[in-house]
Every structure is written in structure tokens, then in C-alpha cells.
């Protein structure tokens, strides 16, 4: 019976390391996702800004595309 609460205390602890360690890995994994996603919202960022200018550039210069062509 001894043997029997030594081996299940045992089965548990064992399987709590494994779930701290899974836990540890996990938060690795979250943290090492944040700066890959960080890294790619700094790529991409920039460039509605740089629609937004050509889309500026376009419509100023349309009306007089549009005079040249008529």
C-alpha cells in the first residue's frame, strides 16, 4: 500500500514537472510569436502611409492628365 502512494505521489509529480515544462515552452513559443508578429507589423506598417501619398499624388495630377488628353 506504501508502494502503491509512493508510486501514484511519484506519477504525479512527474506529470506536474511535464506540464511546468509544457507551460515554460508555451510561454517561449508566445513570446518568440509576439516579436515575429512586432517584426512584421514594422514591415508593413509603413505602407498605407505610402498608398495614402500615391493615392495624393494621383488625384493632383488627374485633372490636368485629363485637360492634356481632351
Do not use: C, Y
Not at 493632383?60 to 485629363?66: F, G, I, Q, T, W
Amino acid at each position: 500500500m506504501a508502494t502503491d502512494k509512493a508510486a501514484r505521489a511519484n506519477r504525479w509529480s512527474h506529470a506536474v514537472r511535464q506540464l511546468e515544462a509544457m507551460a515554460g515552452e508555451i510561454r517561449v513559443q508566445l513570446h518568440l510569436g509576439g516579436m515575429e508578429l512586432r517584426e512584421r507589423w514594422n514591415a508593413l506598417e509603413p505602407r498605407p502611409r505610402h498608398a495614402g501619398t500615391a493615392v495624393g499624388e494621383v488625384t493632383d495630377s488627374a485633372p490636368e492628365e485629363l485637360v492634356d488628353r481632351t
